[in-house]
């Protein structure tokens, strides 16, 4: 709350320069068509503080019943348009972080709108079925023409769940099962096994262990949590198991001028990873899998390369562990191809991938050889919830993927990817105190500053002036646009941020 009304109380009249930008941003647009065939505005408009006198109402009311240690400011979402978001008091922004990377194709398009009018797709909206229990007639053919068809290369298997962190938790059961049908040989389980797996004991519940990376990020829920290793107060006061936690490379820039320093500290972290595994089996607590982002965001969007991930494979498959690529964050094509591990040029599938955000629903992908296959009816529920995903979030993912597939929308990702990249090189260029390790890849891109306080200040300057930005890691400014992001878009955001980093000197 007293952060919100701090930022009320700094706000700064932006009127010239909201002036010197749309004018440039109109002329851009008589020349580029928009992709999304929406009625977005043509710039940001800030008229008060954000948040505003009406935010900060709305705030303290839902204070009064909920917490809101979270909330930025409230927005009007029957306003916000394609790449702009507009909150209650009149403020429009553009949007560089879309619900935490989550709008695939701006606010409001008219083909999910559509989508919600067709008849047919009625039942998927006002009923919410048990999928895993009673699935719909047409289920088979929602699935088929969305996940299926853009499942990543080599995987046709595929599960539905709700979100990210509970498609994230159920992959990681699958490696623990897949891990235990491979020590038992595809025995049933033992009368002993069925009794202590009910008390939390051996040998029903065996002490397996999970591998995951310093910084990364999976989620929230108690599985997921184990692999999340960002921020205490994520973790603060609750029972975490002793799994093993790698070092994830971590890159000098630019990379052309530190190319034998980033591949000694990627065999350094490789080195170290074998190294865990085997202290963990000696010990007793055998690795089942290991799970890693192919670009960790939370944890400050940190790069690896390609020979680095083939090489983690190479140890997956050396040591008997699965192999699950969280792209919650880096899927549904924001680096220029659909998942983000199609860049690294891996031999085989990894063995599970999972998908939320911008994917519209959650769930994961795996290979046949991690489907699970317990002979027994009654153990089909060991990947199970209630709902298992959402029928009706599937109806817009088949929308979503026609649209990138009628608008090659990969291929403009990769366009703006470039010239964003570029925009924030320049930047750098001139603000080189300021701007720090520009990176990216697609419009999955990000720099740092120099100081954490630094960074926020920026963060907040930039909304002040009307756009709305992400952070990460301990100082790094983070883009999740949607991808339908143009380049004019691009330099409307430079303007803005060149303005706001001239302020900061």
């Not at 539905?160 to 498609?167: E, K, L, Q, V």
Request: with cysteine; proline share 6%.
């Amino acid at each position: 709350m007293a952060r919100l009304v701090n930022s009320s109380r700094n706000f700064i009249s932006t009127l010239q320069l909201q002036n010197a930008y749309l004018v440039h941003s109109l002329r851009l647009l008589g020349t580029q068509a928009g992709l999304s065939d929406q009625k977005e505005p043509s710039g940001p408009t800030v008229k008060t503080a954000i948040p505003g006198p009406r935010s900060l109402q709305l705030l303290k009311e839902l204070d009064a019943i909920q917490n809101t240690g979270a909330v930025q400011f409230f927005v009007d979402y029957e306003r916000s348009r394609g790449n702009y978001i507009a909150d209650v008091d009149g403020n429009i922004l553009l949007d560089l972080y879309t619900q935490i990377a989550s709008v695939p194709l701006g606010y409001n398009h008219p083909s999910f709108e559509n989508a919600m009018k067709k008849p047919e797709n009625l039942s998927a909206f006002i009923n919410r079925p048990a999928l895993g229990v009673y699935p719909p007639s047409d289920w088979v053919h929602r699935l088929k023409s969305s996940l299926l068809s853009v499942a990543p290369p080599g995987m046709t298997q595929v599960q539905t769940m709700a979100c990210g962190a509970c498609s994230v938790e159920h992959a990681l059961k699958t490696m623990f099962m897949t891990y235990q049908r491979r020590v038992s040989g595809g025995s049933p389980p033992t009368e002993e096994e069925k009794e202590t797996a009910t008390i939390n004991q051996p040998p029903g519940c065996p002490p397996l262990t999970i591998l995951s990376f310093k910084n990364a990020f999976h989620g929230r829920t108690m599985g997921a949590l184990a692999c999340t290793h960002t921020k205490y107060l994520q973790k603060l006061y609750f029972p975490q198991p002793d799994w093993p936690i790698a070092t994830f490379p971590r890159l000098k820039y630019p990379l052309e001028a530190h190319e034998a320093e980033n591949k000694a500290e990627e065999r350094s972290c490789l080195e170290e990873i074998r190294e865990l595994i085997e202290k963990f089996d000696k010990r007793g607590t055998p690795v089942a899998g290991i799970i890693v982002e192919p670009i960790q965001g939370e944890g400050g969007d940190n790069f690896a390369s390609a020979e680095f991930f083939q090489s983690l494979q190479d140890i997956t498959e050396e040591t008997g562990t699965g192999l699950l690529m969280d792209e919650v964050q880096t899927g549904c094509g924001v680096t220029g191809k659909f998942w983000a591990h199609e860049h690294w040029g891996l031999r085989r599938p990894p063995d599970l991938v999972t998908f939320s955000k911008k994917m519209m629903t959650g769930g994961f992908f795996m290979t046949e050889a991690f489907r699970p296959q317990e002979l027994s009816i009654l153990l089909g529920f060991r990947v199970f919830n209630t709902w298992m995903g959402d029928p009706a979030k599937v109806v817009l993912l088949e929308e979503l993927v026609s649209v990138i597939k009628e608008q090659n929308l990969l291929n403009n990702v990769q366009t703006t990817g470039e010239y964003l990249i570029s925009t924030i090189k320049t930047l750098q260029s001139h603000f080189p105190d300021l701007i720090l390790n520009a990176r990216g890849l697609g419009t999955y891109c990000a720099f740092d500053l120099p100081t954490a306080e630094a960074r926020d200040k920026l963060l907040m300057a930039l909304r002040e002036k009307g756009v709305n930005i992400g952070a990460g890691g301990s100082c790094t400014l983070r883009f999740r646009p949607t991808l339908i992001f143009q380049k004019h878009h691009v330099d409307i955001f430079a303007t803005i941020c060149e303005s706001s980093l001239k302020n900061m000197k």
